[in-house]
């Protein structure tokens, strides 16, 4: 569901747009109470009563909750919005994307190795959890200009042993580079092309092992 600048969900308020794609829509908002600014994440324009949609968006928050590293963006909780609606009140990252980082150029060595470190804690992490994150990628890292390493976008993730390719049903896929699905349908990929480990390209279940590909 789109949200207007200047407009509230619950006691905060949306700033501004900060990015888009098939798993939902992602805001600037502001948090009188505490002085600060988080990020507001809701489902794309028309997809907020799918059941389906809103179940992935409730498990990405459980399993936000379920993990509490300094490389992972954090939530802080979740809102209900008249009509039903989810909204996922989360930590808002400072920085660019490793994407957009990578786009002006080679990075140094030593800046290489220390990201890197930083997403393999955090993968680490969540691992140790029994959570694989299914979608890492540049534009899924952000790189704060003290150097910080954040993880962020668990929206595809899943318990180990359960919740992947194969058994991920779905039967549309969006103009986004992620594939994503109304899970109407078996045998849709979930994921990003480029960085899909070859089980998960082809349907089928995955582990931790789909994020080490992805990583590499």
Do not use: C
């Not at 660019?96 to 993968?123: F, H, K, N, S, Y």
């Not at 109407?184 to 931790?208: C, F, H």
């Amino acid at each position: 569901m789109p949200l207007a600048p200047g407009s509230r969900v619950g006691p905060y308020e949306v700033v501004a747009p900060l990015g888009a794609g098939g798993m939902g829509e992602v805001y600037r908002a502001r948090d009188p109470r505490l002085g600060r600014e988080v990020a507001l994440k809701s489902l794309p324009a028309g997809m907020a009563s799918d059941p389906d949609r809103l179940a992935r968006l409730e498990r990405e928050a459980k399993l936000l909750a379920a993990l509490n590293h300094p490389n992972i963006a954090a939530i802080y909780g979740v809102e209900e919005e008249p009509g039903g609606a989810r909204i996922l009140v989360l930590e808002l990252a400072a920085g660019e994307t490793l994407g957009e980082r990578l786009q002006r150029g080679p990075m140094p060595l030593e800046d290489i190795v220390a990201v890197a470190r930083q997403i393999i804690a955090a993968l680490e992490a969540a691992h140790e959890r029994g959570i694989v994150h299914r979608d890492l990628k540049p534009d899924n890292v952000k790189v704060a200009p003290d150097g910080g390493v954040k993880v962020l976008d668990f929206g595809l993730a899943a318990a180990f042993g359960g919740i992947a390719g194969a058994s991920d049903p779905g039967a549309m896929m969006s103009q986004s580079p992620t594939m994503s699905a109304r899970m109407t349908a078996a045998g849709m990929l979930l994921g990003t092309a480029a960085y899909m480990s070859p089980e998960q390209a082809r349907g089928k279940p995955v582990d931790k092992r789909a994020d080490i590909w992805a990583f590499g």
